[in-house]
């Protein structure tokens, strides 16, 4: 199996288009602190696919050199998206997948049934058929778009290699498949509880949010065995700054922040 990182922002990338904060600001100074949306790309023996589909997706499988099409002109590699939620940030990649012949989506049944309109949207011009992966329910936030009942299995975490890895770019409590897994790449959305609040992008906290801050999760997962990732970094979380303080908190702990391009030896 071979992963490699392809993009590490929360919704809007770094930079987003609107906002003018010191992390999107930084980065259009900077281009090297830009971040695409969290997603991941995965070679399995029955095929490659990208985990979430991101507005993104087509940057994405450029930069991912075994994902680019060829030697036919109609011939990818890409089989499929596997989906851990049914944001927008996470699917409206879909859309811009319809160039395929043929496309096969991961995800649990509740995310599919939020996804009915795409289908609908996408059946003129591709194949599409729907499957189960190997997804850990971790939470019951679903997107405010989505007028679909309560479900435990509207967030999840994906594993792979049997559990081996288990990616959860969101993720509002912690699995207890994370202690078993030799490689994690977990939330890492807000440094702290208040960041939304302080930098006046919600009233809610982050745990209100959905997502488990930094400072919540990092004791716990310097402890575990194997490689540690920080992914589906905001544009207002200050490890999108290199120089940020931060970054040397996680270092001492062992915690990597993953960055866009980043392949995953296993």
């Known amino acids: 199996m071979r992963l490699q990182v392809l993009g590490t922002a929360a919704g809007g990338g770094v930079p987003q288009w609107n906002c003018a904060c010191p992390g999107c600001s930084g980065a259009r100074a900077h281009p090297g602190r830009r971040r695409r949306h969290a997603s991941l790309a995965v070679q399995q023996d029955d095929g490659c696919y990208v985990v979430n589909a991101t507005p993104d997706i087509a940057d994405q499988i450029e930069a991912c050199a075994w994902l680019r099409p060829g030697p036919g002109p109609r011939e990818s590699p890409l089989k499929g998206v596997i ?6 940030d ?8 319809r160039e395929a012949d043929e496309l ?17 949207i996408l059946r003129p011009y591709l194949r599409l058929s729907w499957a189960d992966a190997d997804l850990i329910p971790i939470s019951a936030k679903r997107p405010r778009y989505a007028g679909s009942p309560e479900a435990p ?5 994906l594993r792979l290699m049997g559990g081996a890895v ?7 409590v912690w699995p207890d498949e994370l202690d078993e897994a030799e490689c994690v790449i977990i939330d890492g959305t807000f440094w702290d509880d208040e960041e939304p609040r302080r930098t006046g992008i919600s009233e809610k906290t982050a745990t209100q949010m959905g997502h488990l801050p930094i400072e919540a999760t990092m004791e716990r997962l310097s402890r575990l065995p194997g490689r540690r990732l920080y992914t589906h970094l905001n544009n207002t979380n200050p490890l999108v700054d290199p120089a940020a303080e931060q970054h040397k908190v996680l270092a001492e702990l062992g915690i990597e922040v993953a960055a866009d391009g980043m392949v995953i030896d296993l």
Do not use: K, N
């Open 153 to 157: 299995d509207w967030v999840s975490a």
């Open 104 to 120: 096969e989506v991961r995800c649990t049944p509740v995310v599919r049934q939020a996804l009915r309109p795409f289908a609908d």
């Open 166 to 172: 288990v990616y959860a770019p969101a993720m509002g």
């Open 90 to 97: 996470h699917t409206i990649g879909l859309l811009r997948l």
């Open 83 to 88: 989906l851990t939620d049914a944001e927008l």
